[in-house]
């Protein structure tokens, strides 16, 4: 799970990931409020619609209202069983002798402009104030009375005015009492059976329009991004080779800013290389041409008569060699020139520690490696064995803990020494720098261990840190990316 959210991550964090989460953003944001617009003027001109078919349907109900109270008394159930036994009319009518109980269905913007225009009508028309409205669903709709369903009825009494099979659109009931007795019931569907449908702007219909509109552009999209930023990506591994010291130009290709930037990043690494090659010829120039006044010195100098004198020419000859030898050292060793290859780091410490353990000093290794560290072996012997070499120097015990994660190896190195002042830690890196000024039996003694060790760590896109323990020691932290 770790992988997969880590996965995620870094292609979120990709050009590639934040421009196709921006457009599909876009897209589903556009698709939505146009759905939205759309969807309000749909209600819009539904209201409007509704509301022109509400004023035609209450004056035809006005009329057969009028209509039955103006029959005589006698005369009412004669129409009525007429009407029921024909089946010819639009509307359900009965006189019923109490109010039938409604399970009336949720209101609605639609059907608050039904009911107003019917209760305006009547009491316009007809001056009828006390007019009961309500809307019902055909399943549960009372008639005749209250225990009398409107499915229970003969098929020819309300099928035709009243259900549209299969579909079962609400019905709106009018109840108004006539006298102390009666109760005239009149039921009636809409002209528009839909007319009370829900409408979102996110229907599943519309849901799928939308997924199939951003899944579209976003294939689209990622065939041009992946041939837009595929120069980029070579581009960024040509310069990460390129600092862990593999000097390769990178085709020039894709578009014009692409191609002017890896044609400037190949003089980079032209003039760079150039400038590394020269070093080297120039150290490689001063060792062989300073080698040799030395040697003609301490000739002479063993040639002197006075004891004091020449040995103090002796010593200062010596330190003079092991400076030369040192900036040679330290030029050398931070600019390995061998191939990457899988390596053991843990086999690599445990030969370090079968031949340390011969002698008085101890190191002790735990931990393990999960699978080979793709690097240079003998810089990553070296960064090692001068921090290991260090450890054991100023305390004797030295003890490495292992540990192998997904995006690196780390090798953390802890001695029990006196550890380091907090203001020179930095410091410890400069060449020739060293925490004693007596370095006997020490063999990186000229200062210059911990500098090859993080010249050879940021080489493979590493650091070497220091830091020291609560109790007392120093510990040396090697990370070790894995690419």
């Not at 995620?8 to 457009?23: C, D, E, P, V, Y």
């Not at 960064?383 to 305390?395: E, P, R, V």
């Not at 060293?434 to 261990?449: F, I, V």
Request: proline share 5%; with cysteine.
């Amino acid at each position: 799970m770790n992988n997969i959210n880590k996965r995620i991550k870094r292609w979120a964090n990709s050009l590639t990931g934040q421009i196709l989460i921006i457009m599909a953003l876009g897209v589903a944001s556009a698709q939505f409020i146009s759905s939205t617009i759309w969807l309000r003027q749909l209600q819009s001109d539904t209201e409007k619609n509704v509301l022109e078919v509400s004023k035609h349907m209450s004056y035809r109900i006005a009329s057969t209202i009028s209509y039955f109270t103006a029959l005589p008394r006698n005369y009412r159930h004669i129409v009525i069983d007429q009407l029921q036994s024909m089946g010819g009319t639009r509307f359900f009518v009965t006189l019923n002798r109490e109010e039938i109980r409604i399970n009336e269905l949720h209101d609605s913007p639609l059907m608050d402009i039904v009911k107003n225009q019917i209760e305006s009508t009547l009491v316009k028309q007809l001056g009828i104030h006390n007019a009961k409205i309500a809307f019902s669903s055909p399943d549960d709709l009372h008639v005749i009375n209250n225990h009398t369903l409107l499915t229970d009825l003969p098929e020819r009494w309300g099928n035709h005015s009243l259900l549209v099979k299969p579909l079962t659109p609400p019905i709106i009931i009018i109840q108004i009492p006539i006298n102390d007795k009666d109760w005239l019931y009149l039921a009636s569907l809409m002209p528009d059976p839909y007319f009370l449908d829900g409408v979102s702007a996110l229907t599943g219909e519309r849901l799928f329009t939308m997924s199939v509109s951003v899944i579209t552009v976003l294939l689209l999209s990622l065939l041009i991004l992946r041939r837009l930023t595929r120069p980029l990506a070579m581009l960024a591994r040509a310069a990460e080779r390129f600092g862990q010291g593999d000097s390769k130009p990178i085709k020039e290709y894709g578009s014009v800013e692409v191609r002017k930037t890896a044609r400037a990043f190949n003089d980079m690494q032209a003039r760079i290389q150039r400038y590394l090659n020269d070093r080297e010829r120039l150290f490689a120039s001063i060792s062989h041409d300073l080698k040799t006044p030395i040697t003609r010195l301490r000739l002479r100098a063993e040639m002197l008569d006075e004891d004091d004198t020449r040995d103090a020419m002796i010593r200062d000859l010596e330190d003079l060699d092991m400076l030369v030898k040192g900036a040679l050292q330290s030029v050398k060793e931070t600019d390995i020139h061998e191939n990457r290859v899988d390596l053991n780091i843990l086999r690599m410490l445990e030969d370090m520690q079968s031949a340390t353990n011969l002698s008085t000093v101890k190191l002790i290794i735990s931990g393990h490696l999960n699978s080979p560290y793709m690097g240079k072996p003998l810089a990553i012997k070296r960064c090692l064995g001068n921090l290991i070499d260090n450890a054991l120097y100023y305390g004797n015990t030295a003890e490495v803990f292992i540990e192998d994660e997904d995006d690196g190896v780390c090798v953390r190195i802890c001695d029990h020494g006196p550890g380091i002042p907090i203001e020179q830690i930095d410091k410890m890196f400069q060449p020739y720098t060293r925490l004693t000024p007596d370095h006997s039996g020490h063999p990186g003694g000229m200062g210059l261990g911990l500098s090859i060790a993080r010249n050879i760590a940021r080489a493979h896109g590493g650091e070497v840190t220091l830091s020291n323990l609560p109790e007392s020691g120093l510990e040396a932290k090697l990370w070790l990316p894995r690419h």
